[in-house]
C-alpha cells in the first residue's frame, strides 16, 4: 500500500493501473456517496492490516433515481479523495455490466436496502470467474426498519456496523432468522473527524441540524424553527444557524417536502439579524460551532465525536417516528426551554462507548477489523457465490417486486429490454446522452417538484 499520510481516510484515488486495486462505489444519493466514497477510502487505507499492498483505484457510480445528488451537492460532500467530474450516472442494469466489463476487486453499495438486494442478486447473476468482494453498510443511525433494512443488506460479504452497539443487534437478527451473521464487522461512521472543540472567548454559536423528513408535518417543522428564531431573538449575543441539507427542488436520502427555507420566508416578523440558513459541508460548520440541536440527525454523532455539546429534542416527544428513541440512555435529551434557559446536556460515558462515536481517540483503529476482513477476502481468491437470505424460494411474495424495480427478473437477469446499450460511436453516443440527459432532467422535475405539490394539495 502507498505510505501512510496524515488522513485517517488514507489516500485519495490513484491514475489507473493494471495491477491497481479496483474499487467501485455506487450510491444513490449525496449522503451516502459520502459514506461509501470514504468507507472505500477506509478499506483500502495503509496500515497493519491484511489487505493487499497495491496502488488504490477508486471509481464513483450514482445510481440513478429521484435521490440521484446535483453537482452542487456533490461538491459539498466536501473531499472524499474521488473526483466529483469523474463520477458517472448508471442505471443497475449499467452498474452491473460496468462490472462485468471493468473487473473490480471490491464493489461498496451505499444504497437503500432495496437497491442493496437487488444488485446482490445481479453481481450472483453474472456467474464472474471472480467476482468482487461486496461490502455495504448504513450511512448513520439506525433507527426504524432494523430486521427489513438488515435482510435486504444480508448476503454481502461485509456488513458493516457503524458501532458495538450495532453490531449486537444486526448480529441478533441474522441470527434469529436463521441467517449467518458472519458478515457483520464492527467499524464507525468514516466521516468522523476534525478538530476536538474548544470554547473561544466571544464566540458562542448554537446549529439547529435540520433532517429532510424528520419531522413530517407542516405544524411541526414551523414549530421547530420558531423556536429556533425565539431563541436568537432571546440570546442577541449568540450567532444561530439553521443547517439546511439540500436546496428546495433538491432529494437528499429522504424526501423534503417542506424545505424550512420556504417555511422562513412566511414567518411573522422575519429573521434576526443573528439568524444565518447556511448550506455546506457539516464538518465546517462544526469547526464553528459551540452547540449542535438536533432532532435525530447523525450529524449529532458528528458533533459528540468532537465534544461539542449536542441536545437532542423532546419538544415534539420521543418517538420512533421521530428517531429520538435512539438516544435514550445518553443524557442528550432536553427541550427548548431549557436551552433557552442556558442548559446544556452532559453525555452518558457508558452511552458513548456503545455509540461508536470513539471520542476517546480510539477512532484511528475503529476500521482495522474491516480492513482485516476484506483483506483475507481478497487473499482467498475465488469467492463463493453471493448467497442472499432473501431468495425466489424464501421470499416469493417479496423479492420478485424488490428486483423488477431495479429491472431484474427473479433469478437477477436483467428484464428483456432493459439490457445494458451497446457503444455505436461516438457522435450517435453523445446524441443518446443528451437524449437521456434530458430525459433524466423530466424525471426529477416530476418527483422532486410536481409529485410533491400533488401530495400536498391532496391533504388539503
Do not use: C
Not at 136 to 145: H, N, Q
Not at 242 to 268: C, N, V
Request: glycine share 10%; hydrophobic share 40%.
Amino acid at each position: 500500500m502507498p505510505p501512510r499520510t496524515n488522513d485517517p481516510a488514507g489516500p485519495a484515488e490513484a491514475p489507473a493501473n493494471s495491477a491497481a486495486l479496483r474499487v467501485a462505489v455506487l450510491a444513490d444519493s449525496d449522503t451516502r456517496w459520502k459514506w461509501g466514497a470514504l468507507t472505500a477510502r477506509r478499506l483500502t487505507a495503509s496500515g497493519e492490516t491484511s489487505v493487499p499492498e497495491r496502488p488504490v483505484e477508486i471509481s464513483g457510480l450514482l445510481l440513478r433515481g429521484r435521490a440521484t445528488p446535483t453537482a452542487r451537492q456533490l461538491a459539498e460532500v466536501g473531499d472524499v479523495g474521488v473526483d466529483a467530474g469523474r463520477v458517472r450516472e448508471v442505471t443497475a442494469v449499467e452498474f452491473l455490466h460496468t462490472v462485468r466489463e471493468e473487473g473490480y476487486d471490491v464493489v461498496v453499495l451505499a444504497l437503500v436496502g432495496g437497491g442493496v438486494q437487488a444488485m446482490l442478486h445481479g453481481l450472483a447473476a453474472l456467474d464472474l470467474p471472480r467476482r468482487p468482494v461486496v461490502v455495504t453498510g448504513y450511512v448513520g443511525v439506525v433507527y426504524e426498519k432494523l430486521a427489513d433494512g438488515l435482510l435486504l443488506r444480508h448476503g454481502a460479504d461485509v456488513v458493516l456496523a457503524n458501532s458495538a452497539h450495532d453490531a449486537e443487534r444486526f448480529r441478533a437478527v441474522y441470527e434469529g432468522v436463521g441467517a449467518d451473521a458472519g458478515a457483520v464487522t464492527e467499524a464507525a461512521l468514516p466521516f468522523l473527524g476534525g478538530e476536538p472543540h474548544r470554547a473561544r472567548e466571544g464566540r458562542d454559536t448554537v446549529v439547529f441540524a435540520a433532517q429532510p423528513s424528520v419531522p413530517a408535518s407542516r405544524a411541526d417543522r414551523t414549530y421547530l424553527l420558531r423556536r429556533l428564531v425565539e431563541h436568537a431573538r432571546t440570546h442577541p449575543d449568540r450567532e444561530v444557524v439553521l443547517k439546511l441539507r439540500s436546496k428546495p427542488g433538491e432529494q437528499t436520502t429522504h424526501i423534503e417536502e417542506l424545505p424550512y427555507q420556504r417555511l422562513a420566508e412566511r414567518l411573522p416578523g422575519g429573521l434576526p439579524a443573528n439568524f444565518q440558513l447556511v448550506y455546506g459541508h457539516m464538518g465546517e460548520v462544526l469547526d464553528r460551532t459551540d452547540l449542535l440541536v438536533t432532532v435525530s440527525s447523525t450529524a449529532a454523532l458528528e458533533s459528540l465525536h468532537r465534544s461539542i455539546p449536542t441536545a437532542i429534542l423532546s419538544d415534539l416527544g420521543v418517538r420512533e417516528t421521530l428517531g429520538n428513541h435512539h438516544f435514550v440512555g445518553s443524557g442528550l435529551i432536553t427541550s427548548w426551554d431549557r436551552l433557552d434557559e442556558g442548559l446544556h446536556p452532559v453525555p452518558d460515558p457508558e452511552w458513548l462507548a456503545g455509540q461508536g462515536v470513539a471520542a476517546d481517540g480510539t477512532y484511528a483503529t475503529a476500521y482495522d477489523a474491516a480492513r482485516d476482513r476484506v483483506g483475507a477476502l481478497l487473499a482467498a481468491g475465488e469467492l463463493p457465490p453471493l448467497a442472499p437470505y432473501y431468495t425466489p424460494s424464501t421470499a416469493p411474495g417479496y423479492l420478485p417486486g424488490i428486483l423488477a424495480r431495479h429491472h431484474l427478473g427473479p433469478d437477477g437477469r436483467p428484464l428483456p429490454g432493459a439490457a445494458a446499450p451497446v457503444p455505436t460511436g461516438r457522435i450517435r453516443g453523445a446524441v443518446r446522452e443528451t437524449v437521456r440527459n434530458a430525459a433524466r432532467g423530466a424525471y426529477r422535475q416530476g418527483v422532486q417538484r410536481v409529485a410533491p405539490v400533488i401530495r400536498r394539495m391532496g391533504e388539503l
